[in-house]
């Protein structure tokens, strides 16, 4: 069983930022894909960015260039770095641990990833 905890929502205005971060209770972390999924009031969860070792990093077009994901293995810790927040990216940002595969890191599905975080709110104001 693996525990995730996210930290570091809150609120900000458009065209602020935030850092999030990820701290994953196993032994394996190094050798592990890590996702940062969200979602928000009425809609399905969807994909924002993924991190492995192997396979280098991958983000949703609605967020490339705005967004960075980033890891330090030695803290078991996951980050994604929001820059130029927008109302549309309010949501609850879960942050989710699996295998590290080439299918995990860039299929962007919920259930291919093995644990999850309990989320952390974003809200981002006009």
């Known amino acids: 069983q693996v525990q995730l905890v996210e930290s570091g929502g809150g609120l900000v205005q458009a065209g602020g930022s935030l850092r999030l971060s990820c701290v994953a209770s196993?032994?394996?972390?190094?050798?592990?894909?890590m996702g940062w999924f969200r979602q928000a009031p009425g809609k399905e969860r969807e994909f924002v960015a993924a991190a492995s070792w192997t396979y280098g990093t991958l983000y949703a077009d609605s967020v490339k260039g705005r967004f960075i994901i980033s890891r330090d293995n030695a803290k078991n810790t996951v980050y994604l770095q929001m820059n130029s927040l927008k109302p549309e990216d309010t949501a609850v940002y879960y942050c989710?641990?699996?295998?590290?595969?080439?299918?995990?890191?860039?299929?962007?599905?919920?259930?291919?990833?093995?644990?999850w975080g309990q989320g952390t709110q974003v809200t981002v104001s006009s």
């Open positions: 196993t032994r394996t972390f190094s050798s592990r894909a």
């Open positions: 989710a641990v699996g295998l590290d595969t080439l299918r995990v890191v860039t299929a962007k599905r919920v259930d291919l990833f093995d644990y």
